[in-house]
């Protein structure tokens, strides 16, 4: 589990629980780093921190920029964007950009706090043992595993929840969670 990670607003907040349940993420920091770049045509250096880093599983790094849409849209922000991504290429460095609405997705926002609930670091119950056994042989709905560990929809919902916070279980984000959810096992292969 990640330590106590500071964040500056509710996107930011959406952010931190994305990277906690991606399966693709590894490790994540808040504000890891402050850069200095020079700006042509200014004596003044471009300070900038980046909201977040991301080691991926892959042991790529990639720096993110957490940003609501509307203000991506503006002059004064592209133009710093594009100075950003020419002097992070220059040293070989990945900055990336997420923005509300990819946070927002659909259901996203709603399942992500949801997944977060669920996160403890008990180990693996029997049960949970069970359904990803279940899930080993392909994507199950949660109707289906809840009928085949003979167990309430409500208390497989929390089982299959903690699973993904585990990262050893994926269903859609973006989708409403309900009894016709498709659970997958997640495969690291």
């Not at 940003?67 to 992070?88: A, C, G, M, N, Y």
Request: hydrophobic content about 35%.
């Amino acid at each position: 589990f990640p330590v106590t990670i500071r964040h500056e607003g509710y996107n930011e907040f959406l952010a931190c629980h994305y990277f906690e349940s991606s399966t693709q993420v590894i490790y994540f920091e808040a504000q890891p780093q402050r850069f200095t770049f020079p700006q042509e045509n200014s004596n003044r250096p471009l300070i900038y921190t980046p909201d977040f880093l991301v080691r991926l599983r892959n042991q790529q790094e990639v720096y993110f920029e957490i940003k609501p849409h509307s203000i991506t849209l503006t002059d004064k922000f592209r133009e710093k964007w594009q100075l950003l991504q020419k002097v992070f290429g220059e040293r070989g460095l990945c900055l990336e950009l997420i923005t509300d609405r990819q946070l927002m997705c659909g259901q996203m926002a709603e399942n992500l706090k949801l997944v977060h609930r669920y996160m403890t670091r008990d180990d693996v119950t029997e049960v949970q043992a069970l359904i990803v056994s279940l899930l080993t042989g392909g994507p199950h709905s949660l109707k289906d595993i809840s009928i085949r560990i003979q167990t309430s929809e409500n208390i497989t919902e929390g089982l299959l929840l903690n699973l993904v916070a585990k990262k050893l279980v994926s269903f859609p984000l973006y989708a409403e969670l309900n009894s016709d959810t498709v659970f997958t096992r997640v495969n690291y292969g």
